[in-house]
């Protein structure tokens, strides 16, 4: 049953996901939403929105060190494992100055997020600061991309295009964004019940769950989205959506599940994942900056590496097989 509710919770949440990004795109279309804000805002929000209902609802039950371990292996997932697979398919050439505000936002949010976690545990009122900051950077991002119309604001339109026209009644399409809406919910439900009884069979702490299992199965609406970008050669649309994604992970979902609850960061988050986390970003910094390719062999490497953070968090655990 446990693996059950696993499986079906990763399929609700994918379908839902999907359905709530395509259909909140399609509404936003017929009722003449720019691309620019529908790219920047819908398509960053829904493809974070399995994450956050997931994060949010550990908290309620009592599991944050899950909600905490699902931000960081969500983006650390995003990074090297929906990139290695996207370089795999396609060899991602990005233009700098497409990406350059979002990947210094990114960094930023990432540095400032990783302090927090070093001082143990995100709160009330940082999580209040967290939701100001991101709103207050996609505000600027809307004002300033409307202004200039430069090869950022040409990314976010792209993003939004890349989610295709739905040819149905503007009625028939809310209803796809409230069936989608509920399988969210309801696969949030069954993957965080799925998660902590597997957590409590194999002895493991639900923290390692999340960075794994829970990371995996709520990064999937972005694996897909960037699979498809990258099978049509679009990689800047894959590269932003990365980037984007772990922007709102990082402020949003933290920023919203800390209104619900205190999210501590256990010892080893501290001493072990944050730092993986912030040397994922690293790694991208250099091809972001200066418009290199990210090959093939390269993309393989990425992935080898996930591979390799996988393995290291069930390394000498009871429960476990070896």
């Known amino acids: 049953m446990t693996y059950f509710l696993i499986i079906a919770g990763f399929a609700l949440l994918l379908f839902g996901g999907e359905s709530v990004v395509r259909g909140s795109v399609a509404l936003a279309q017929r009722l003449g939403v720019s691309p620019l804000i529908v790219g920047l805002t819908i398509v960053g929000f829904g493809t974070s929105l399995p994450e956050m209902v997931v994060s949010v609802n550990a908290a309620l039950v009592g599991s944050p060190g899950l909600a905490v371990g699902n931000v960081v292996g969500s983006n650390i997932a995003n990074i090297l494992l929906i990139l290695g697979v996207a370089a795999v398919i396609a060899p991602i050439a990005v233009h700098p100055g497409a990406v350059k505000r979002d990947l210094l936002g990114m960094s930023a949010a990432t540095l400032v997020y990783v302090g927090l976690g070093m001082s143990g545990q995100i709160v009330f009122w940082q999580g209040v600061l967290m939701l100001i900051a991101l709103m207050s950077y996609i505000g600027f991002t809307v004002w300033h991309d409307n202004k200039s119309n430069d090869e950022a604001a040409e990314m976010h339109r792209d993003e939004a295009a890349e989610m295709g026209e ?143 953070f996988i393995a290291s968090q069930f390394v000498g655990m009871s429960g476990m097989p070896s």
């Not at 988050?269 to 993986?276: A, E, K, M, N």
């Open 166 to 308: 739905i040819p149905l009644r503007t009625v028939s399409i809310a209803g796809i964004i409230i069936v989608g809406l509920f399988a969210v919910v309801v696969g949030a439900e069954w993957l965080v019940t799925g998660a902590t009884t597997l957590a409590t069979e194999f002895g493991v702490p639900e923290e390692v769950i999340g960075l794994t299992v829970v990371a995996i199965g709520t990064s999937l609406p972005e694996l897909a989205t960037s699979i498809v970008a990258a099978y049509r050669g679009h990689s800047d649309v894959c590269v932003g959506n990365v980037l984007g994604s772990n922007l709102f992970n990082l402020f949003g979902i933290t920023g919203v599940t800390a209104l619900f609850a205190p999210l501590p960061f256990s010892d080893k988050i501290v001493s072990f994942d944050l730092w993986i986390l912030l040397a994922a970003t690293a790694i991208i910094i250099p091809f972001m900056l200066t418009g290199r390719r990210i090959s093939r062999p390269e993309g393989i490497v990425l992935l080898i590496l996930y591979v390799s």
